[in-house]
């Protein structure tokens, strides 16, 4: 798959599910309205969407939400999609999650052929960490993300950087992730979905949290790259890397090789765009994939050159939709 600026759609983001058992501040309202399940992909047909996509030529599939672990029976889509590492028809399947399940489900990721996942954490405080997600208790989820490093998973923490709410812990999250051989990935705050909070008062640049960092640690740029956003530098006195995406410092577009699907089945092609594709429809009409192709095929000649983001105390969110709609 090409897109019209000649880059390689090669990555799909598939949401499994809208629903999380958190409601970080700057991803989500406290009264979240959630889909209800007649909307939603089975299972089967997430299964079936992702081997068109992978026929198509995507090699990584990534699986987010909202929360992925909390979708019942989604083991059976892993292990399914697993298979199609195992037979090289893709090269890696991953997963994003808080880590509040994992527990109960690294030890199954990692025998369906997940070799490596991203978890949030944006505090090592307990009480901070649960005003920031309203009601996440930190103990569960750093037993989860103990039992994927026992798994023998690699773990790359993801920690949106919020002004006046975690800055003061980054030195102590890169030196966490140092001693127990984790990468870390500082993120922006996107203006995606109404939170009932002003975004310009949680948003903190990147290039400020880097030269912060660089007070205490030798950061060295490399040319690591995942096929994802960030840009990456080595600490030097860990050995571990640091990650950052700044979509709105630095629109990282040029390189874009992604595309997302959410769990109705809507395709957007990118992340800070409203132009979506149904791809429900030509997969409920048929037995047959060849309508599901085709409004692939279709949609990705409208992937659009980048995204809109902004922060701006006036401006509405870029997108109207929350990440947990999109998937992370």
């Not at 990282?252 to 992340?271: A, D, I, P, Q």
Request: a negative charge.
């Amino acid at each position: 798959m090409i897109d019209p600026f000649g880059r390689r759609v090669t990555y799909l983001r598939v949401s499994v599910t809208d629903r999380c058992d958190l409601r970080c501040v700057y991803c989500m309202g406290e009264d979240m309205h959630f889909l209800p399940k007649a909307d939603i992909l089975s299972l089967e047909e997430l299964e079936r969407l992702c081997g068109a996509f992978v026929r198509a030529g995507v090699r990584k599939i990534r699986l987010t939400g909202g929360e992925p672990l909390v979708r019942r029976g989604i083991m059976s889509l892993v292990d399914n999609l697993g298979g199609l590492v195992k037979s090289g028809d893709l090269d890696e399947l991953t997963l994003t999650t808080n880590a509040t399940q994992l527990a109960k489900y690294a030890d199954g990721l990692a025998q369906a052929g997940v070799k490596r996942i991203n978890i949030s954490l944006d505090s090592l405080d307990p009480e901070r960490f649960q005003a920031i997600t309203r009601w996440g208790k930190l103990d569960q989820v750093i037993e989860g993300i103990m039992a994927a490093k026992a798994a023998g998973l690699a773990v790359k923490i993801n920690t949106v950087a919020l002004k006046d709410g975690n800055e003061d812990e980054h030195d102590h999250l890169v030196d966490w992730c140092g001693s127990h051989g984790f990468d870390l990935t500082f993120i922006e705050t996107m203006p995606m979905g109404e939170i009932h909070a002003d975004r310009t008062e949680q948003y903190l640049p990147l290039s400020l949290v880097r030269s912060r960092l660089e007070s205490r640690w030798t950061l060295t740029d490399i040319d690591y790259r995942t096929g994802g956003p960030a840009t990456y530098v080595r600490v030097e006195e860990t050995g571990r890397r640091i990650g950052f995406i700044t979509p709105l410092t630095h629109n990282f577009c040029e390189s874009c090789n992604r595309v997302r699907v959410t769990c109705t089945g809507t395709l957007y092609m990118c992340l800070g765009q409203n132009d979506a594709a149904d791809l429900r429809a030509p997969l409920r009409a048929s037995e047959s994939d060849h309508l599901l192709e085709a409004a692939i095929a279709e949609a990705i000649t409208r992937k659009p050159k980048g995204h809109d983001f902004i922060i701006d105390r006036n401006a509405h969110p870029a997108v109207s939709r929350h990440m947990s709609v999109t998937g992370g």
